[in-house]
């Protein structure tokens, strides 16, 4: 195996590959091609089932045991890839060619130290010693910017948080300096703020590395920010490829279109240019239509023109490497401004539904160690929610906004009487319900109150069918009794939530993703509640079907003027979503105010770093950069002062850490608890900027 | 494509128990280690329920003792003339008959002891795994004081105290075994509990025993049903154990692992007379288990 400095560093020719599977034979990538040169970074978008990850296990030649390689050609610095045998390619993987996964606790090995696993690499590719090993390790990990290497390399991946796992995950990878760095959807499972930063690095290492990437995710926002050109996938095959500028400012196929469509870009609004969302649903692998895969979907679609012969890539002409798989590409224009759905009214808001005053909910923890049996410290306290104040009115959504750990879904918890509050009150519908738990609510209470959850493979029974659910529901609330006119409500239901009536019959594993999501939401509207809360509904979804469901969420509570509480951690979502938002951190309320006040100074320090960690799919926007140092402090032992100070860029001094910020209200009643007055945090620069000319 | 990419789908979902049973013994066609289990145990269910017609002679009556396998029986006042399959006892009863009838003893009392078995285990397992706390605290503790005793011990012990009875060894099996079910429906539970359609019930006010029986339970069934085949096999092995030690049903009535017992004495000069009960008994416990392992591949498969 001699390695060719001069050629490309991947050359994919024509690659075919199928995986053949108890339902036969299932093509998973279909005539791709690629070059990679060296430095260069590449995006591979796509949603679930296009094939992206497919790829990259291509390219590193480990495609399980039903996975097999058709035709076509991997060229890896000028070796053929596909024909290499098991030792020659065990000699290139983790030296030459480095792969990083979406979940790095399942990457790092629990029982081994970090230290351990580091040296391993490059004493098994470079055959040198422990000493040297080490060294090394110690160096990459600084590099990736972990305080203190000398601790990580002694501690076990349990002993660091996500984010620092997975930046030993890429120290791991870029030890053995590769050419090519295969990422799949590498901070996916992070937090936005830690995603920012980890992104940030990856950027920085490869540049000053020299290192190749092919970055593999859903996000076309997150893609906009580290490559340089973008491969749009669906249903196996590349639809799209060009340069970032080409693509983003002058997109040719219809489904990279409909992508831009189901984003929540600044430009989108639910109520006057609300999200479109694509047609129908991406097909089977082995129930592809002829001609273009997209065809069924596409609003462009020809009879006798789409659905004919294979489509092959074609150059559109405005530079040398933009290319679409589309016979009518050039009869297709896109406008930005018809990829909105059509204008809705806004919802009259009415009277409060929900108030929420001093609410407190803490958790008792006992430790029942030696040291703390002699300190007299046995009982601990977890102050998952402190002090939430706000309200929320019939019609409106109001988004609560924070990252893993704020105490979101404790509160949720709490309003479902799932928990019951250590403190304070939660009143709905004028009764408070804050220290009632559901067992001893009345039914119509507990159907006036409902949740969406958020995994849609979990919020369905597996064992009973979708009609059979919801008829319980019915049932249970008391809607009606009579068993005619429940399964009459259920069929109704199913038309709410646009799904045929036959789904009735269905199992949920005969469902795909976003239908699961629509029965659960039909389960939640199934009492006619008041309120619903949403728990992050659509994160675990498809773009393309998030926004299908995001629609429907919106639709439904238009018809029934029902109040929202959507929970998310994706802010680009709750702009378009929301009409108020409160911003939470380690269980107390950052800021509160209505949507545009958030995303507009006076920012809360959190709130501005938040903002600017939220990738955003358009080149026009720009954003001001804000990196947190540090890393989320331990709900345990909170900071004793204002919770964000420990990585707060504008702390002011000791106060900050001494002293519980008050709470300082603007005219119209947004709020920020924070210690700069409010005149200096008006004077800050707002993060994002959206020229005038998309208007 | 092929026909094979649509096979899943000739069977209508979700339409009736017989048809998730006839979809459940199609995939078991594609194990062939299940297959051989499947067979073992049906040929045994088949001879246990046709027994009073297959089976040649009385499996009590005394008819030419020590007889070899394939001996001819000549006839007499009360019985028919017939040949002695697989000879006879020291008292002269037909080995073939005893096996066949014997196959009944088997097949009526190793799964109903393990059904009830699988009743108390579940309960405990569903109580300890959903309300955690001291509720799991007990039970997990009296399921480890229970699994602590040798089980062979545990037998002897209660049998030998309430005597030998059909009842009394079904009772020994719930007790020895429900300890280890519990533990596994535990762990599943503990796992299940976690989902969100088990919040949602929550949330809509579902009573406790409406979320563990109906929400839970029904998504345990997968690992369930390969240990309850597997539990089988064991059961059989402890009922034949029992027999063995004189501790099982009471005689005349046949046991195989009693005939293995009657007779050890004799194995070297007559070994027809103890290999085949062992066969049988072998025969019976592989089936349960190939059965259990063809079920593991098919579930662990996509």
Partial sequence: ?????????????????????????????????????????????????????????????????????????????????????PDALRRLRGSEIAMIYQEPFAALNPSLTLGAQLVEVPMTHE?????????????????????????????????????????????????????????DEPTTALDVTVEAGITKLIAELSEKYGTSQIYISHNLGLILEVCSRVFVMYSGEVVEEGSIAALFDRPRHPYTHGLFGCIALPTADKNAAPLRPIPGQLPLPHLRPAGCNFGPRCDHFVSGQCDQGVLSMQGVGDEASHRVRCVRWQSVVHDPESSHGAPQAPIDIGDTVLEVEHMQKYYEVRDRSLAALVSGQGVRWVKANEALDFDARRGETVAIVGESGCGKSTFAKVLMGLETATGGAVRHEGRDIGSIPVRERSARQIGALQMVFQNPFDTLNPSHTV??????????FGVETDPALVRQRVFQLLDTVKLPRDFFYRRPRQLSGGQKQRIGIARAFAGNPSMVIADEPVSALDVSVAAAVTELL???????????????????????????????????????????????????????????????????????EIVLEGNLPSVLDPPSGCPFSTRCPRKVGTICDDERPAVQLTDHGHAIACHIPLRELQEVPPVIEIPEAAE | MSDA???????????????????????????????IGAALVLFW?????????????????????????????????????????????????????????????????????????????????????????????????????????????????????????????????????SPGIMRIVRGLVLDLRNRDYVAAAQTRGEPAWWIMVVEILPNARGPLIVDACLRLGYVTITIGV??????????????????????????????????????AISSLILGFNLLADGLREISLRD
């Fill in chain 1, 127 to 183: 055959g040198i010693g422990l000493g040297e090993a080490r060294e090394r390790a110690l160096s990459v990990l600084t590099d990736v910017r972990l305080p203190d290497p000398e601790r990580v390399m002694d501690a076990y991946p349990h002993q660091i948080s996500g984010g620092q796992q997975q930046r030993v995950v890429i120290a791991m990878a870029l030890l053995s300096n590769p050419a090519l760095l295969l990422l």
């Fill in chain 1, 554 to 624: 919106t639709e439904i509570q238009r018809e029934n003027e029902t109040t929202l509480l959507f929970i998310s951690h994706d802010l680009s979502v709750v702009r378009y979503l929301a009409d108020r938002i409160v911003v939470m951190y380690l269980g107390q309320i950052m800021e509160r105010g209505r949507t545009r006040e958030i995303f507009e100074p006076p920012y809360h320090p959190y709130t501005e770093a938040l903002l600017s960690a939220v990738p955003i799919a358009d080149p026009d926007v720009r954003k001001r």
């Fill in chain 1, 1 to 85: 195996m001699q390695l060719d400095e001069s050629a490309p560093v991947l050359e994919i020719r024509d690659l075919n590959l199928s995986y053949y599977t108890r339902a036969g034979e299932i093509p998973a990538v279909i005539d791709f091609s690629l070059t990679v040169e060296k430095g260069e970074s590449i995006g591979l978008v796509g949603e679930s089932g296009c094939g992206k990850s497919t790829v990259a296990m291509a390219i590193m030649q480990y495609m399980g045991h039903n996975g097999a390689i058709k035709s076509g050609s991997i060229k890896f610095k000028g070796v053929e890839l596909t024909t290499l045998g």
């Fill in chain 2, 242 to 279: 029992l027999g063995f030690l004189g501790l099982g049903l009471p005689p005349p009535d046949p046991d195989w692992g009693g005939m293995i017992n009657e007779t050890r004495s004799m194995a070297l000069a007559f070994p027809h007379m103890v290999v085949f009960p062992c066969i």
């Fill in chain 2, 45 to 177: 269910m088949v001879t246990a329920i046709l027994a009073p017609v297959i089976a040649p002679f009385e499996p009590n009556a005394t008819l030419m003792p020590f007889q070899k396998p394939g001996a001819v029986f000549p006839g007499n006042a009360d019985v028919a003339a017939g040949t002695f399959l697989l000879g006879t006892d020291h008292i002269g009863r037909d080995i073939a008959s005893r096996l066949i009838w014997g196959s009944r003893t088997v097949l009526v009392h190793a799964p109903f002891a393990t059904v009830c078995a699988y009743l108390v285990g579940i309960l405990m397992g569903l109580a300890a795994g959903y309300y955690r706390g001291w509720v799991d605290d007990l039970l997990s503790r009296l399921a480890d004081i229970i699994l602590s005793f040798p089980v062979l011990v545990l037998y002897v012990i209660i049998i030998a105290h309430f005597g030998a009875s059909a009842a009394n060894i079904v009772f020994a099996i719930i007790f020895a075994s």
């Fill in chain 2, 5 to 35: 990419t649509t096979r899943d789908e000739t069977i209508p979902a979700g339409s009736g128990a017989l048809l998730r049973a006839l979809r459940a013994i199609a995939l078991l066609r594609e194990s062939w280690i299940g297959m």
């Fill in chain 1, 467 to 476: 009609g059979a659910q919801i008829a319980r529901v019915i049932r249970k």
